[in-house]
């Protein structure tokens, strides 16, 4: 079982950043593939990003590449979205999840077996 805990989300102006951290219970985050994924009133949860869990393998949806940054820190348990760039397209409910593997990357929602509760993200134009 891991619980994740979502922090970070705020309100931001176009063109500025934000880093969203996800934070895991347990001892073997390591063994984790984590994903983070976002959902906009009356849109369905949609990829953004994900990283395996030795952090070699990432993947980005088309819509943030050049503009978002994936990262984690197995010491820390924390997975990290760094989001430069922000437009109002962006805004959304942002959560990250997490799926036991080996070394795997997940871009859809339900290959995850964990989800945090959600940090809201606007984006103000």
């Known amino acids: 079982q891991v619980q994740l805990v979502e922090s970070g989300g705020g309100l931001v102006q176009a063109g500025g950043s934000l880093r969203l951290s996800c934070a895991a219970s347990?001892?073997?985050?390591?063994?984790?593939?984590m994903g983070w994924f976002r959902q906009a009133p009356g849109k369905e949860r949609g990829f953004v990003s994900a990283?395996?869990?030795?952090?070699?393998?990432?993947q980005y949806a088309d819509s943030v590449k050049g503009r978002f940054t994936i990262s984690r820190d197995n010491a820390k348990n924390t997975v990290y979205l760094q989001m430069n760039s922000l437009k109002p397209e962006d805004t959304a409910v942002y959560y990250c999840?997490?799926?036991?593997?080996?070394?795997?990357?997940?871009?859809?929602?339900?290959?995850?077996?964990?989800w945090g509760q959600g940090t809201q993200v606007t984006v103000s134009s």
């Open positions: 347990g001892r073997t985050f390591s063994s984790y593939a």
């Open positions: 990283i395996s869990p030795s952090g070699g393998r990432i």
């Open positions: 999840a997490a799926k036991p593997s080996y070394t795997g990357v997940y871009s859809t929602p339900m290959r995850y077996d964990y």
